[in-house]
């Protein structure tokens, strides 16, 4: 990580000249993040095979703050005009901050809302959902994992007692700065805890598959775009803007 980066640095690290440059660019939080949006574009390029041609690039940039502020920055003076930029936040980022702005980040909220054409989330937090699919789909993930690498031996068990339940209930009406502090800290914290969990199990099965922790992810993920939430979400719709680089 380098602080106070200058521009020309960090085009360079980018490396997007116009002879090689992309079609589309996301921008992301984090590798978690990366592997899940990988995951949803693939589903989606299958059932959409003439997207298979684009050339698309998936960077992580830090936090929300950090992709929306890297979002303007780079259709101010970075990437080519021809280069379609846009950002897929964290799931938390949308019900946790954009609906509050009266408690917390009014500005990059306002940002948000000028430019939401081009900035949009993930259907999950990702650390949430490998939890969720760690639990409550075990079975038929090792099978498919097993079926993957031709380990029949391997397994795994969920130590953490994360209430999911609670979690997802509606937000109560807030009605002083301290109470939404106090809702969004203990929302962190639990999603603190699936990060913790999640990394644990995706160590355990690295190990026992001697494979890299990404490719253990991005397993994961790929088996819950395929599976567990075929019915829960349109990726067509979730997708369509970018991928046709519809633009405002």
Known sequence: ?????????????????????????????DSMAKSLFFSLLQKYISM?????YLDIRILEIGGFANVINFWKET???IFYDNIYVTAFMDKDVETDIIP???????????????NSHYLHFLPFTPECLLVRVF??????LLEKLREIYCNQQITYNVVANLDFVQYNKPFPA????TEYNDYIKERGSFRRDCKEEAERIVAELSHQLNVSKEEIVRAVFKYSVDVV???????MQLLASTMNRIRR
């Open 75 to 77: 259709n101010d003076y």
């Open 1 to 29: 990580m380098i602080y106070k980066c200058p521009p020309a640095k960090a085009i360079g690290a980018i490396g997007l000249r116009e002879d090689t440059s992309p079609d589309i660019v996301v921008l992301v939080e």
């Open 135 to 140: 639990n409550n789909n075990r079975d038929g």
């Open 48 to 52: 959409k095979s003439d997207a298979s």
């Open 229 to 235: 939430l075929e019915n829960e979400i349109n990726i």
């Open 174 to 177: 807030f009605t002083s700065q």
């Open 100 to 114: 509050y702005s009266q408690y917390s980040n009014f500005d990059l909220i306002r940002e948000y809302n000028e």
